[in-house]
């Protein structure tokens, strides 16, 4: 137990151990985002468990999460000096969607409208 009168004094953290805890942050959105997928295929095929409308609330919290983290990072790399570097090919080079890796890059992509598929692509 905490004694009330202390205060929060922030303490510098090692650039890995953050990237480290943010990572971790997005795998649990992976995870949950995996659930309302498997939940939205579910309800696709008919099933209606209470397990898998539990899992679609997951959205918001997602949702909610996924935007403190942006807001996180944004904030995070106004402190970062402006002459350090990183060299970030390799990790992006583990990253299958070619555009967003390019863009993590700075890689300058025009957007286009992607056509109509004309089915809809249920996982």
Known sequence: M?????VWEPEPMAWSD????????????DRDLAS??????ALANGTTDHNHLHNLQAVDLVRQKTAALALFLDEISQTIPIGWEVDADEAASRITLSDLAGRLLGKD????????AGELDLF
């Open 2 to 6: 905490s004694n009330s009168s202390e």
């Open 18 to 29: 953050l990237v480290g805890r943010l990572a971790g942050e997005m795998g649990g959105l």
């Open 36 to 41: 309302v997928e498997t939940a939205l295929g």
């Open 109 to 116: 992509f025009t957007e286009e409208t992607p056509e109509p």
